[in-house]
């Protein structure tokens, strides 16, 4: 080999060895290029995925807060729902002491009335005394005059009229228990018990299966007490009497209307009940 040859082979040797280098550093430059963009997309991701986190705790918290609401609202609930009780309670018991009351007021009245007529007796007697007639007001003789006092019967006080009535439908003697009660109405038809004992009446017929002179009963406690506290009642039984007779459509019509008229009372639920149980 001649001298010329091996410096033509030196110096092909020598471009080799520079580029190599000159390669390598651009392929290293590419990569780190690639390792920026790989590096800012984990940093977008991460990004991302802190806003989900943060999002997240958001989130929980806000559930947080949320349950403790609904458990505040639940505790606050279960106090509004006893102190609503106790309520009813004090209000069921002073309604009884009410009712009570009437009935006492109720017999004292009677008293008043009896007491009254007395003195106008006894008034009377007194005039004709003066005006010189004690001739005629002497001719009964006293074994007469007591025979007459005592058969003469004891006025009975409204609140044991009421009682004794209620006790006999208690106790299923309805024939008495409708006596009773349309004693009473005869009787005291203006004391607190009045409107009770007309209802009452029609509930002795519809126990009797009466159910035509119960609607009728019913009825007058609608028409001559519209304010009492048995309408809602009376209404409820105008439409179960229908009902026993089978007249559906009239039975319909009035347990809807207790329905409309009283949508949160009791008599309301058992219409309710009775007219899905119609369908």
Same mark, same amino acid.
Request: glycine share 4%.
């Given at each position: 080999?001649?001298?010329?040859?091996?410096?033509?082979?030196? %110096?092909?040797?020598?471009?080799?060895?520079?580029?190599?280098?000159?390669?390598?550093?651009?392929?290293?430059?590419?990569?780190?290029?690639?390792?920026?963009?790989?590096?800012?997309?984990?940093?977008?991701?991460?990004?991302?995925?802190?806003?989900?986190?943060?999002?997240?705790?958001?989130?929980?918290?806000?559930?947080?807060?949320?349950?403790?609401?609904?458990?505040?609202?639940?505790?606050?609930?279960?106090?509004?729902?006893?102190?609503?009780?106790?309520?009813?309670?004090?209000?069921?018991?002073?309604?009884?002491?009410?009712?009570?009351?009437?009935?006492?007021?109720?017999?004292?009245?009677?008293?008043?009335?009896?007491?009254?007529?007395?003195?106008?007796?006894?008034?009377?007697?007194?005039?004709?005394?003066?005006? %010189?007639?004690?001739?005629?007001?002497?001719?009964?003789?006293?074994?007469?005059?007591?025979?007459?006092?005592?058969?003469?019967?004891?006025?009975?006080?409204?609140?044991?009229?009421?009682?004794?009535?209620?006790?006999?439908?208690?106790?299923?003697?309805?024939?008495?228990?409708?006596? %009773?009660?349309?004693?009473?109405?005869?009787?005291?038809?203006?004391?607190?018990?009045?409107?009770?004992?007309?209802?009452?009446? %029609?509930?002795?017929?519809?126990?009797?299966?009466e159910f035509s002179k119960a609607i009728d009963a019913f009825l007058k406690v609608i028409k001559l007490y519209p304010n009492s506290n048995k309408v809602a009642g009376a209404k409820l039984k105008i439409g179960l009497s229908y009902l026993s007779e089978r007249n559906y459509p009239k039975a319909k019509e009035h347990l809807r209307k207790v329905?409309?008229?009283?949508?949160?009372?009791?008599?309301?639920?058992?219409?309710?009940?009775?007219?899905?149980?119609?369908?």
């Amino acid at each position: 080999m001649t001298a010329k040859q091996l410096l033509t082979i030196l %110096g092909f040797l020598f471009l080799l060895a520079a580029c190599a280098p000159q390669a390598e550093l651009v392929k290293t430059r590419s990569d780190m290029t690639d390792l920026r963009e790989e590096v800012q997309a984990a940093m977008v991701r991460v990004q991302e995925l802190q806003k989900r986190v943060d999002l997240l705790d958001t989130n929980v918290k806000g559930t947080m807060d949320v349950q403790q609401v609904m458990a505040d609202y639940g505790a606050k609930s279960d106090q509004l729902a006893t102190d609503i009780q106790l309520v009813q309670g004090k209000l069921e018991e002073n309604n009884f002491r009410i009712a009570e009351l009437a009935q006492k007021l109720d017999d004292r009245s009677v008293r008043i009335a009896e007491l009254s007529a007395r003195i106008d007796e006894l008034d009377t007697k007194m005039k004709l005394l003066s005006a %010189g007639t004690t001739t005629a007001l002497t001719r009964q003789t006293p074994t007469t005059a007591a025979q007459a006092k005592s058969s003469s019967p004891k006025a009975i006080e409204p609140s044991e009229a009421y009682r004794q009535a209620k006790s006999d439908y208690d106790r299923g003697n309805f024939d008495l228990a409708l006596a %009773g009660f349309q004693n009473y109405v005869a009787q005291f038809p203006n004391t607190s018990m009045t409107d009770k004992a007309q209802y009452w009446i %029609g509930e002795c017929h519809y126990s009797k299966r009466e159910f035509s002179k119960a609607i009728d009963a019913f009825l007058k406690v609608i028409k001559l007490y519209p304010n009492s506290n048995k309408v809602a009642g009376a209404k409820l039984k105008i439409g179960l009497s229908y009902l026993s007779e089978r007249n559906y459509p009239k039975a319909k019509e009035h347990l809807r209307k207790v329905i409309k008229e009283y949508p949160s009372s009791n008599e309301a639920e058992i219409a309710r009940d009775r007219l899905a149980k119609m369908k």
